[in-house]
């Protein structure tokens, strides 16, 4: 599967009715970007099975804003619309790879069960 364009309507439900999203917040004038964007996609023909989505912080200054983007590229992650990861610099495609292992391996629900029982106590 291929990289796909998001916006701020369609943000949302991107990363929640998905179970592992990828988001490159990127801009068309951002050399490290334009570097990173076909690592990102190689990713997205490697893992169809994950979201590849793209955020353009110059259409869509909104958004960019509301993530607290301050530097670009930034890279986020969400497991079962959870943010999981959070980084601003292009990865390496060996870097991605393992980040995307990690994410697969992670079990959020028994990270948001021990994060409940922490406020309870």
């Known amino acids: 599967m291929s990289t796909q364009d998001i916006t701020a ?8 009715d998905n179970e592992i999203v990828l988001v490159d917040f990127w801009a068309s004038w951002c050399g490290p970007c334009r570097a990173f964007a076909p690592t990102f996609a190689a990713s997205s023909d490697k893992h169809p099975e994950i979201i590849h989505a793209k955020v353009d912080t110059e259409a869509e ?6 993530a607290d983007i301050r530097s670009i590229p930034t890279l986020m992650a969400f497991k079962k619309g959870k943010l999981v990861f959070n980084q601003a610099g292009a990865l390496p495609p060996a870097a991605l790879e393992d980040l995307v292992q990690k994410i697969k391996e992670f079990d959020i629900d028994a990270a948001i069960a021990a994060q409940d029982e922490a406020q309870q106590a």
């Open 61 to 66: 200054q909104a958004l960019a804003a509301a």
């Open 9 to 16: 309507e369609q943000f949302n439900d991107t990363i929640n």
